[in-house]
């Protein structure tokens, strides 16, 4: 608000409401992922980067459940289980973390803590106890109208921990439980986001960056941004690998050490788009070094500069990529557009020196080799690329099961073929290559 329109909001309201101002969370709340969302839900599901506000959200949710409109008033709920992966993790972070329980009450609502019992006891009479997920048997025999679990993905006997929990869930109209944490990929996690009555949101660690230190999100983006630690600890993105996928993630960050020095070779690799229709075309920079017999060299993806483009639009780009990075050629398949795909590159500029493939086999054969050149170390990321690796992870011994055409994987599948894969084949044919 300007400044003369904020004074006079608050010059308007009483010293109650001053007083007040503070503990009204549907107020400050971020929207979309804060807020309980509506409907009749059982379990309301909270996958938050690393200071998204999923521990506020959490405390606020609790507040609402167990307050009335007067403290010693009843709420909704009254018997309440705090789950954290160990008493240690509950007490700390969900009790008296700084956006734990404790700090967001008001002080005539605030609890009195029990250290003995490990529990909270509201003046209205309303208990909430701490559990550990590590000891399930000790959610045997409590009973429960309400329940806050916290980073279940870093829990170690999460099933176990659940079945308890949803056997105590049993007392009033409607038992919920709220479920906070970074995604981290596991099957107790992906079953609980797929299951009937659970409700998601999601947040990344952006959406709450007024309440950051300064300059956090740009040192942790600097060096992070779109790895899998990122996507995972800061977008709040599930990020796993898929049954029989050629690429894993594991195998595609061990790939992050660009090189020293220049490469011996750069070839651009285009996987092209020959429709009107503003397919993507992949578009690829790849280099080699030469070091000893060709069983031994190394390659690094250098730029992924695919786009979504009619035919002349990506010959226009692949030829300024080509000029840009220096490039020796360019590998262009022509199983789709034949020659017109050569035709139309040397037509626009002479000086391009294009080396046609075409394929013969399906994608997940072709890409196989490439995929071992990656697990022997071979090949290396000079940035993290994004949308390339996603399809690299989606490739599988069966074909491609990601979203489109995996037309950036395509390219670059045609990029390491072309500098590693065919000069190690004894028997490699010029001409039109066939893979």
């Known amino acids: 608000m300007p400044k003369g329109e904020l004074e006079a909001f608050l010059d308007g309201l009483s010293p109650n409401a001053l007083l007040s101002l503070p503990w009204l969370f549907e107020h400050w709340a971020l929207e979309g992922h804060q807020l309980p969302p509506e409907g009749d839900w059982t379990t309301w599901v909270i996958l938050g980067g690393r200071?998204?506000?999923?521990?506020?959200?959490?405390?606020?949710?609790?507040?609402?459940?167990?307050?009335?409109?007067?403290?010693?008033?009843?709420?909704?709920?009254?018997?309440?289980?705090?789950?954290?992966?160990?008493?240690?993790?509950?007490?700390?972070?969900?009790?008296?973390?700084?956006s734990g329980i404790l700090a967001c009450l008001p002080p005539d609502r605030r609890p009195e803590w029990q250290a003995s019992r490990k529990r909270?006891?509201?003046?209205?009479?309303?208990?909430?106890?701490?559990?550990?997920a590590s000891n399930p048997e000790s959610l045997r025999g409590p009973q429960f109208d309400c329940a806050w679990c916290d980073e279940v993905g870093k829990w170690k006997k999460p099933d176990d921990a659940w079945d308890m929990l949803q056997l105590g869930l049993r007392l009033g109209e409607r038992p919920q439980a709220l479920v906070t944490t970074t995604p981290r990929t596991t099957p107790f996690l992906q079953s609980l986001v797929?299951?009937?009555?659970?409700?998601?949101?999601?947040?990344?660690?952006?959406?709450?960056?007024?309440?950051?230190?300064?300059?956090?999100?740009?040192?942790?983006?600097?060096?992070?941004?779109?790895?899998?630690?990122?996507?995972?600890?800061?977008?709040?993105?599930?990020?796993?690998?898929?049954?029989?996928?050629?690429?894993t993630w594991a195998t595609i960050e061990a790939a992050r050490a660009p090189f020293e020095g220049e490469p011996d070779q750069v070839v651009v690799a285009v996987d092209p788009s020959v429709t009107k229709g503003g397919d993507t075309c992949g578009i690829v920079v790849v280099g080699v070094r030469r070091q000893g017999t060709p069983h031994h060299w190394t390659a690094e993806v250098i730029a992924d500069h695919s786009l979504p483009a009619s035919p002349q639009d990506w010959v226009?780009?692949?030829?300024?990529?080509?000029?840009?990075?220096?490039?020796?050629?360019?590998?262009?398949?022509?199983?789709?557009?034949?020659?017109?795909?050569?035709?139309?590159?040397?037509?626009?500029d002479p000086s391009v020196r294009v080396?046609?493939?075409?394929?013969?086999?399906?994608?997940?054969?072709?890409?196989?080799?490439?995929?071992?050149?990656?697990?022997?170390?071979r090949v290396r990321h000079r940035h993290v690329f994004r949308e390339l690796e996603d399809q690299m992870t989606a490739m599988t011994v069966k074909g491609f099961l990601g979203k489109g055409s995996p037309d950036r994987v395509d390219a670059?599948?045609?990029?390491?073929?072309?500098?590693?894969?065919?000069?190690?084949r004894a028997n490699a044919a010029p001409g039109i290559r066939a893979l």
Do not use: C
């Open 51 to 98: 200071g998204a506000g999923k521990t506020r959200a959490g405390s606020e949710w609790i507040r609402a459940m167990v307050e009335g409109g007067k403290p010693g008033d009843p709420g909704r709920m009254s018997r309440v289980a705090l789950i954290g992966d160990t008493i240690d993790d509950a007490r700390e972070v969900m009790v008296f973390g700084p």
């Open 120 to 132: 909270l006891v509201w003046p209205n009479g309303a208990v909430a106890q701490v559990f550990s």
């Open 194 to 247: 797929a299951a009937r009555g659970t409700v998601l949101t999601r947040a990344s660690t952006s959406a709450n960056r007024m309440h950051l230190a300064k300059g956090f999100l740009e040192t942790v983006l600097g060096r992070y941004a779109g790895s899998r630690l990122a996507r995972q600890e800061l977008d709040g993105e599930f990020v796993h690998d898929i049954d029989g996928a050629l690429w």
């Open 316 to 348: 226009d780009r692949a030829i300024a990529v080509y000029h840009e990075y220096g490039a020796d050629r360019m590998v262009a398949e022509v199983n789709q557009g034949g020659e017109m795909v050569t035709t139309m590159v040397r037509g626009t």
């Open 355 to 377: 080396a046609p493939v075409r394929a013969t086999r399906g994608k997940a054969v072709r890409a196989e080799p490439v995929a071992l050149l990656y697990e022997q170390g």
């Open 412 to 424: 670059l599948v045609w990029a390491l073929t072309e500098l590693i894969i065919e000069p190690a």
